[in-house]
């Protein structure tokens, strides 16, 4: 009944533990069926040419089946996470949900290390950081034996430490990873206000600097709205 992850056969060279190996056994033209180590289940709305190396976790006990990496034509895709966020920004579209999702996190690790050959994966949230311990385990298990992914991590930047330098530094030294983090305004007040966080704006910077010193690639992002689009010039200045 336990959760696992699995890659959709066939799998074009790819070396893939058999205890990850999903083999479509029959399908039709929306339907499929596939035989695992873990047993065998038949997952509706897919054709077997459609889920052709995918990356699914599938959740016998509640009859679930989730895309996690999706096979071309794109390279790219997004992994979801987390949903929970200790920020509740004004235009946010991925509202946080005080879920339990802490056990997907392993699982998760398991399915980026089972993409495609020079895949770029987005990991986005919530916010990945609330996970620090097990996001540096990502990191790590992809730079050593991953090191053609490529990751992009959307955070925003309150969860790093001094302590945590030396360990990212380690993980970061393939320059493989870059972190796109929001920054809304120069003004402390104007970028708290937008973030819903007081002290916000301060910690980012301190954090940026962490990070930067870990050698980590950062993507500035921020978003126009009302509040701060008069703001901008100066918050270029301030960049």
């Known amino acids: 009944s336990d959760p696992f992850v699995v ?3 066939p799998y074009h060279g790819q070396r893939v533990d058999p205890a990850q190996q999903a083999v479509v056994t029959a399908s039709g033209l929306n339907f499929l069926e596939a035989r695992a180590e873990r047993g065998r289940f038949r997952v509706f709305g897919i054709s077997s040419e459609q889920a052709e190396g995918d990356v699914w976790l599938v959740q016998p006990s509640s009859g679930r089946v989730s895309r996690l990496v999706r096979r071309g034509p794109s390279v790219n895709n997004s992994i979801l996470y987390t949903e929970r966020c200790d920020q509740f920004c004004v ?3 991925q509202p946080p949900r005080d879920s339990v999702d802490g056990w997907r996190l392993p699982l998760l690790e398991q399915a980026v290390l089972l993409a495609d ?3 770029r ?8 950081t609330l996970y620090t311990e097990k996001l540096c385990s990502l990191l790590e298990s992809v730079c050593s034996k991953r090191p053609d ?5 959307l955070s925003n930047g309150q969860h790093f430490h001094k302590f945590d330098q030396q360990r990212l530094k380690a993980a970061l030294s393939s320059k493989q990873v870059t972190w796109g983090i929001p920054l809304y305004s120069r003004e402390a007040g ?3 206000e937008i973030v819903d966080k007081e002290g916000a704006y301060h ?3 301190e954090n940026l600097g962490i990070l930067a010193g870990a050698g980590g690639f950062i993507e500035l992002r921020t978003v126009l709205m009302a509040k701060n689009v ?3 010039p100066e918050l270029a200045k301030f960049v």
Not at 121 to 128: A, F, H, N, R, S
Not at 149 to 153: G, P
Request: proline share 3%; hydrophobic share 40%; aromatic share 0%.
């Open 190 to 192: 104007l970028h708290d």
């Open 91 to 93: 235009m946010c579209s």
């Open 149 to 153: 992914l490529s990751l992009h991590i």
């Open 117 to 119: 050959r020079d895949a």
């Open 7 to 9: 890659k959709v056969g």
């Open 203 to 205: 910690q980012l910077l």
């Open 121 to 128: 994966l987005g990991i986005t949230g919530g916010e990945p």
């Open 230 to 232: 008069l703001e901008l």
